[in-house]
T-cell receptor, first 111, second 117 residues
């Protein structure tokens, strides 16, 4: 039982490049989330998926897109990376609306 | 609307002494509150949660928190700090039931706990 896994762990992009962050969970959770963590700001919700087939914007969705591929997988895409998107990205999942389980994070640097 | 304020960005204690991490919240609805811990270069782990049952909540590793509605606070305490407690701690609020804010957690800014030998 791996919990929530994320790939890659580290990534460096140049401004304007695109990439997809992958997230998978093996806990049969209905809901999945993408957050970004910046120093002194806690975690901010980018997008979430309450159930398979649905996605919704969170607090900071601009510059990102998501795909809920199936119940297990929820990907985050940066179409044209900008330096302001340098951050640590966390994926999380939950069975109900309360307790969320977090992955180990992806450290992204955009130069 | 909801928000969380963690009153201290850094707390430093000696091993074996009590820990107090302070959190105030604001919510238009009946809240659920959580404390998460993040060790360096790791993901977040749930320490404890309040979801409208007992106001004194016990969590893992000897931590506990008390929900005080009159003070809109949810402070985290531990009687005796251990070196392994050194980490960043996040207070989190969400809506307790109903509405469109499904699963939307609002995080505080974090408190870094340092434990000295």
């Amino acid at each position: 039982n791996a919990g929530v896994t994320q790939t890659p762990k580290f990534q460096v992009l140049k401004t304007g490049q695109s990439m997809t962050l992958q997230c998978a969970q093996d806990m049969n959770h209905n809901s999945m989330y993408w957050y970004r963590q910046d120093p002194g700001m806690g975690l901010r919700l980018i997008y979430y998926s309450a159930s398979e087939g649905t996605t919704d914007k969170g607090e900071v969705p601009n510059g990102y897109n998501v795909s809920r591929l199936n119940k297990r997988e929820f990907s985050l895409r940066l179409e044209s990376a900008a330096p302001s998107q340098t951050s640590v990205y966390f994926c999380a999942s939950s069975y109900d609306r309360y307790e969320q389980y977090f992955g180990p994070g992806t450290r992204l640097t955009v130069t | 609307a909801q928000s969380v304020t963690q009153l201290d960005s850094h707390v430093s204690v000696s091993e074996g002494t009590p820990v107090l991490l302070r959190c105030n919240y604001s919510s238009s609805y009946s809240p659920s509150l959580f404390w998460y811990v993040q060790h360096p270069n790791k993901g977040l782990q749930l320490l404890l949660k309040y979801t409208s049952a007992a106001t004194l909540v016990k969590g893992i590793n000897g931590f506990e928190a008390e929900f005080k509605k009159s003070e809109t606070s949810f402070h985290l305490t531990k009687p005796s700090a251990h070196m392994s407690d050194a980490a960043e701690y996040f207070c989190v609020v969400t809506r307790n039931a109903g509405g469109t804010s499904y699963g939307k957690l609002t995080f505080g800014q974090g408190t870094i706990l340092t434990v000295h030998p």
